[in-house]
């Protein structure tokens, strides 16, 4: 059983940065393309950004969505069993709960309505405002 904590949340002016992190247990977090996903209020829980599994033919691809391509970053520390999620120019439209989640197959179409996500963590709430 994997077991995942996101931490690095918080309020943050529009134009700033934040850095999330999520902490694996349990289990190798290199096992698992690992995917951050948001939620905001009345808004679907979307795709946000994920990494391809260590030892895949993928290995090292990255995939963004639409929203936050040039701005958000993904990276694993293998070493630490951890991922993170480097955030840029943030905007008051980022605001959410973002979680972090591990899926046994390939980051893909990034899709929570389809199923995306074996394992999820808590979440840890994300507040872009002046």
């Known amino acids: 059983q994997l077991l995942l904590v996101e931490s690095g949340g918080g309020l943050v002016e529009p134009g700033g940065s934040l850095r999330l992190s999520c902490t694996g247990s349990?289990?190798?977090?290199?096992?698992?393309?690992m995917g951050w996903f948001r939620q905001s209020p009345g808004k679907q829980r979307e795709g946000v950004a994920c990494?391809?599994?260590?030892?895949?033919?993928?290995?090292?691809?990255?995939k963004y969505g639409d929203s936050v391509r040039g701005r958000f970053a993904i990276s694993r520390d293998s070493s630490k069993n951890m991922v993170f999620l480097q955030m840029t120019d943030l905007k008051p439209d980022d605001t959410g709960v973002y979680y972090c989640?591990?899926?046994?197959?390939?980051?893909?179409?990034?899709?929570?309505?389809?199923?995306?996500?074996?394992?999820w963590g808590q979440g840890t709430q994300v507040t872009v405002s002046s």
């Open positions: 349990g289990s190798t977090l290199d096992e698992y393309a």
């Open positions: 990494i391809s599994k260590t030892g895949s033919s993928t290995f090292g691809i990255t």
């Open positions: 989640a591990a899926d046994i197959g390939y980051c893909g179409a990034l899709s929570y309505t389809a199923g995306w996500g074996t394992y």
